[in-house]
């Protein structure tokens, strides 16, 4: 684990979701289980927190979650059947998540929507900055980004958000920010946060991806939060309120709030076209079975290719034998 989160040891992990969109696979699990190849969604989630060395992991959760709570515990059974067999590999694969850090749960009762479910954080975080991540934007570990948000929240003071240029057309789908440069690269102060704007109104193309690393003072500003888009208690809405603080008479503004372009992998499971693009992604880059998986990804695409090139070529001589002769 490596210890890079300047002193942010803290992550909460948001999970109360019902995963409609994935009904019927989400009637009886929850979205996080779904497997994006051999591992849960979420636990690709909890092992960048803890390779970005937060290693007190917050879990809000909601009803029918418990499979989540036996994922990252022991399976004592599983362990000591993997162990008689021999199996060292799939013991190694079974105890790993139990190994991530110190897993904690806090149910959310009302779902009331992303600022809520952080608010409902508050007791187990107290008065020192943590991180979010939200699980359906998974981020490839070969582009680290929570540990460079820490870092510019050791830099900067205040909270940090994740933020991807994304289409235009597509920009309605996120929290969208308006920028300014700071003349550090990948580094921009937020003016203005919008959750998810109507169509043609957005500031900029700037979306807020699932990472945040946030000053506590956001836990007030939560409180006062009237529900937003959706009739929810958005995030967005108190970062807003912090981006635009006015300094207080006892020199705590709260704010600033920055973002960190991100410029790396990212992928989205929170639909099923994207986590489909997930899946064959991660699984096409994996080094067991990448080639495998490669090989018949390729020849399946020539095949359909192939198909189409054909049926195209048919079409006319099908549809002149069709015509009659005159
Ligand atoms: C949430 C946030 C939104 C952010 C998005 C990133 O929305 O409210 O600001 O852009 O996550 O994935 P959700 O997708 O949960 O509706």
């Not at 979010?132 to 929240?153: F, K, Q, T, Y």
């Not at 958000?161 to 235009?168: K, N, S, Y």
């Not at 603080?245 to 639909?271: E, L, M, N, S």
């Amino acid at each position: 684990m490596n210890d890079t989160s300047v002193g942010i040891t803290k992550a909460v992990v948001p999970v109360a979701g019902l995963g409609t969109r994935f009904l019927p696979a989400t009637k009886a699990t929850p979205k996080e289980m779904l497997p994006v190849v051999d591992k849960p969604a979420i636990q690709y989630v909890v092992e960048e927190a803890a390779s970005a060395g937060m290693s007190d992991i917050l879990m809000v959760t909601g009803r029918n979650k418990r499979p989540l709570e036996d994922h990252f515990d022991r399976n004592y059974e599983l362990e000591a059947t993997l162990h008689a067999k021999g199996d060292g590999d799939r013991l190694a694969r079974v105890c790993a998540s139990s190994e991530l850090g110190d897993i904690h749960y806090v149910r959310q009762g009302d779902p009331r929507g992303l600022g809520h479910a952080v608010l409902c954080a508050a007791p187990h975080v107290g008065n020192e900055p943590f991180a979010v991540l939200l699980g359906d934007d998974l981020i490839d570990p070969r582009d680290p980004l929570l540990s460079r948000m820490a870092e510019v929240r050791a830099r900067f003071g205040g909270s940090v958000v994740a933020l991807m240029e994304v289409d235009p057309g597509q920009i309605h789908l996120y929290g969208c920010a308006a920028i300014e440069a700071t003349g550090d690269g990948d580094v921009v102060r937020i003016t203005d946060l919008v959750e998810k704007p109507d169509p043609g109104t957005a500031p900029s193309n700037y979306a807020v991806i699932g990472r945040y690393v946030l000053d506590p003072e956001i836990f007030d500003v939560l409180r006062r939060t009237e529900p937003g888009r959706g009739g929810e208690i958005q995030l967005t809405d108190a970062l807003q309120a912090l981006a635009v603080a006015t300094p207080q008479p006892d020199g705590t503004t709260g704010g600033p709030v920055h973002g960190v372009v991100f410029k790396g992998r990212r992928y989205d499971t929170g639909d099923r076209a994207d986590f489909l693009r997930a899946t064959v992604r991660l699984a096409w880059e994996r080094e067991d079975l990448g080639p495998e998986f490669r090989e018949w990804l390729r020849e399946f695409v020539a095949q359909d290719a192939l198909t189409s090139v054909v049926q195209d070529a048919l079409t006319p001589v099908a549809q002149d034998a069709l015509t009659p002769v005159a």
